[in-house]
């Protein structure tokens, strides 16, 4: 059982910047690909970021490749997604994923989700 809890969502200027993070409860974390998705307003949930359990390997949806980074730290039971020249369309609720058998990128995949954090960002 893994329980995921997203905090660092808010409200930023267009060109700005926020730090997602995620923290993991359960022994397990470790064995866990782990992901960000996100979910606009009358919008399916997509996928956004994700690393695999051993952080050696990084995927990101295209709109964001360049912009956001994800990153994990196994000994904290973290997961972190920096966001970069934020723009008005990455406004949405993004929530922590982990995923056991496969790589965090397909959202039907995910094992567990978090509860979400809002991001907008005003023009």
């Known amino acids: 059982q893994v329980q995921l809890v997203e905090s660092g969502g808010g409200l930023v200027q267009a060109g700005g910047s926020l730090r997602l993070s995620c923290a993991a409860s359960?022994?397990?974390?470790?064995?866990?690909?782990m992901g960000w998705f996100r979910q606009a307003p009358g919008k399916e949930r997509e996928f956004v970021a994700a690393?695999?359990?051993?952080?050696?390997?990084?995927y990101y949806a295209d709109s964001v490749k360049g912009r956001f980074t994800i990153s994990r730290d196994n000994a904290k039971n973290m997961v972190y997604l920096q966001m970069n020249s934020l723009k008005p369309e990455d406004t949405a609720v993004y929530y922590c994923a982990a995923d056991f058998l496969s790589t965090a990128t397909i959202v039907n995949n995910i094992d567990y989700w978090g509860q979400g954090t809002q991001v907008t960002v005003s023009s």
């Open positions: 359960g022994r397990t974390f470790s064995t866990y690909a």
């Open positions: 690393i695999t359990w051993s952080g050696d390997s990084t």
